[in-house]
């Protein structure tokens, strides 16, 4: 076999970077070293050797290559090479060592090459004061008039949050290119600017020069601002413009117009164009998916994910988290343990979010078990792991446990120890609430800013009114709504309303109905809440004349409904309901559940007739409920032994609650 030249070997040495093949690179070095003995001279074969080793993120071997090169035939294009590889495989500690060691060891100046590397490295270590120096440097050398090095540094203080900086040198650039302009306006997004945005895209429309080289990362980079500030008309027009131009087709604009609508609400128009998309890549079905997800739509997320299943698209981290978050907010527990299969089997159930989205999805699902286990499995956690294995215990009303774990993650003796943020505090007090700890939820509550730096927000306070309202204590939680420093919200009149419901306060439960009824008046919820506690109360007038009100408003009452799952069939119930296929056989165990409780002491709880009529067809209502008889077909239907798991589309009321503890204590499930 003839030997290569020099030039053959180099290039298959970039052969190796192009394919990501350390195997070939390894081989190719091997050949250099046959070829041209172990001592050889080539600097351009050296800086191959180098470059290879440092992008493939072999940062020893590329360290030693380098040394082993003679410094006369060192060149600043031989440290950048180590320097940027370094930035990309994110050691960026060790590119900025590189840096001082090129300028100490060879007394080297850095080039147009070197200082993007250097920018981003500061950016990412969040260090200013180096990022100033390299910026001075760079006017030192006159290299700050080169629109990539100029670039780099206007991206470094955006990232940095400096924006005063930031635009100062951007009104300076004697000249910018279209990477400057998607920087400027990509920025002014990540730093909650997305007016700003949009005026720069303006900006540079008019820059007639620039304009012509927009691209699909410019409209990708608009439509962000768009979404963020929900400014629909702005997308909009943008939408038109690129059919005009015919730059719909473009896969990444697609993706992006999809994204946006997602995050304005307008769902169907995401659909129609994720519909109209002759191609589609992975990014085109995560971003389906992530917008029904989002807009709570779990069902048809998880069917999109089906679909892309069968289109061959391999399951990603983003799109298994997706899918996961989908079946937690449906407790759709048998589907999630499917997808937990596939991300073990493509290999993505290390990662950290897909990791995080199992702990959250068993967790909402009711298996605290595996809740636990999908936790301890992950190699590494962050807070969001944390916040969804406590929102698990918070959403099984384990507020010993939440305590417990609340307590571990902030310990200051563990090296591990994380700060909690604003999700961490709202499921901490949503256990208290269902925990009944009032004073212990005070106290964390207050102790947020102080001891964690946390501004308590709407969902703390609604949180804080709940457990208060839980407890009884429903004047104080009025009070409190009083005293809050903002506006109180839906969440927080409504958890005043509920707690009027359960503890028979008509007169201040109207108050807070007519708050509710002035913020969403569409609600029927609020209105039957109303009418159902004035029937508790027996006052059937003002429960009618409310009734009465929800008629003449057009005001419609959703039907409340539960399901089961049985062997891969969703079996939905109504009260009342008498349609199913084994309804003789769900009719023979109500009644022999109502037989073996009333011998165990159950007395029915009939304030849960909601109408003026004889006692016992009071009692017929109620023993109906839809959960009852959603039971009632789950141990008919299930062998014993299998947890049932009954989900429902309304809060539960307290009798079906009660009666739900007796069979578990009877039955033995």
Not at 76 to 99: K, P, R, Y
Not at 236 to 247: A, E, P, T, V
Not at 258 to 280: L, Q, T
Not at 597 to 606: K, R
Request: glycine fraction near 8%; include cysteine.
């Amino acid at each position: 076999m003839p030997l290569l030249s020099p030039k053959a070997l180099g290039s298959v040495v970039e052969s190796a970077v192009s394919t990501r093949s350390p195997l070939l690179g390894r081989a190719a070095h091997a050949q250099i070293l046959k070829t041209l003995g172990a001592s050889f001279h080539d600097v351009v074969l050296s800086n191959h050797l180098i470059n290879m080793y440092s992008k493939l993120d072999f940062p020893t071997q590329a360290r030693i290559t380098l040394h082993l090169t003679p410094a006369r035939l060192r060149s600043v294009v031989t440290w950048t090479s180590l320097i940027s590889g370094d930035v990309q495989n994110g050691h960026f500690t060790s590119a900025l060592s590189h840096f001082s060691d090129m300028r100490r060891s060879d007394s080297l100046q850095p080039n147009d090459f070197t200082f993007p590397c250097l920018f981003k490295a500061s950016a990412s270590l969040h260090n200013l004061f180096i990022g100033q120096q390299f910026h001075a440097l760079s006017v030192k050398l006159m290299l700050i008039v080169d629109v990539f090095v100029a670039c780099s540094a206007f991206d470094m203080y955006s990232k940095l949050g400096f924006l005063s900086y930031a635009e100062k040198l951007f009104d300076e650039m004697t000249y910018r290119n279209i990477v400057t302009w998607n920087a400027c306006i990509s920025n002014a997004v990540l730093n909650g600017k997305p007016g700003e945005g949009i005026w720069r895209f303006v900006q540079l429309l008019r820059d007639d020069e620039v304009s012509t080289h927009t691209n699909s990362t410019t409209f990708c980079a608009f439509l962000n601002a768009c979404s963020n500030g929900e400014f629909l008309s702005q997308g909009k027009q943008l939408h038109g413009y690129l059919i005009k131009q015919g730059q719909e087709a473009d896969v990444s604009v697609s993706n992006g117009l999809i994204d946006f609508y997602g995050k304005c609400r307008k769902v169907n128009s995401s659909s129609r164009v994720f519909g109209n998309m002759r191609d589609r890549n992975d990014v085109s079905w995560c971003s389906m998916l992530a917008v029904f997800e989002q807009n709570y739509m779990g069902e048809k997320a998880c069917g999109v994910f089906l679909k892309s299943r069968r289109a061959g698209v391999e399951p990603t981290n983003f799109m298994v988290s997706s899918v996961l978050s989908a079946c937690a907010g449906l407790a759709a527990l048998e589907a999630g343990r499917v997808v937990h299969g596939l991300a073990v089997k493509a290999c993505v159930d290390c990662n950290l979010f897909v990791g995080s989205a199992l702990v959250d999805m068993y967790g909402k699902s009711g298996s605290i078990e595996d809740c636990e286990k999908a936790f301890y499995e992950m190699p590494r956690r962050n807070l969001v792991s944390w916040n969804a294995l406590i929102g698990g215990y918070a959403h099984q009303g384990r507020a010993d446990m939440v305590l417990e774990l609340f307590k571990e993650m902030t310990n200051r003796g563990n090296n591990e120890a994380l700060v909690p943020n604003y999700v961490t505090f709202v499921c901490v007090l949503t256990a208290c609430s269902r925990g009944g700890m009032v004073n212990v939820g005070m106290d964390i509550f207050e102790s947020m800013r102080g001891n964690y730096g946390v501004d308590p927000g709407a969902e703390h306070y609604a949180c804080v009114v709940d457990m208060l309202g839980r407890a009884g204590q429903v004047e104080r939680a009025y009070e409190f709504i009083k005293k809050m420093p903002f506006h109180p919200t839906i969440s927080m009149w409504g958890a005043l309303l509920g707690a009027c419901k359960m503890h028979g306060r008509p007169k201040l439960g109207k108050i807070a109905a007519e708050k509710l009824f002035e913020l969403d008046p569409q609600d029927s919820g609020n209105h039957v809440i109303l009418s159902n506690m004035f029937a508790a109360a027996g006052q059937w007038d003002e429960a009618s004349l409310v009734r009465k009100e929800m008629n003449d408003v057009g005001i419609k009452k959703g039907a409340g409904c539960s399901w089961i799952s049985v062997k891969n069939s969703v079996h939905v119930f109504q009260a009342k309901d008498k349609s199913h296929s084994r309804n003789s056989e769900i009719r023979a165990m109500l009644d022999k559940l109502k037989k073996d409780m009333e011998a165990a002491g159950y007395v029915l709880d009939t304030n849960m007739a909601l109408f003026d009529v004889e006692d016992e067809e009071k009692e017929s209502d109620v023993w109906y409920h839809s959960e009852k008889i959603a039971l009632a077909f789950g141990l008919v239907a299930l062998p014993p032994g299998v947890p049932i798991r009954i989900t429902k589309n309304l809060r539960v009321c307290v009798d079906c609650h009660s009666a739900i503890k007796f069979i578990s204590g009877i039955v033995g499930r």
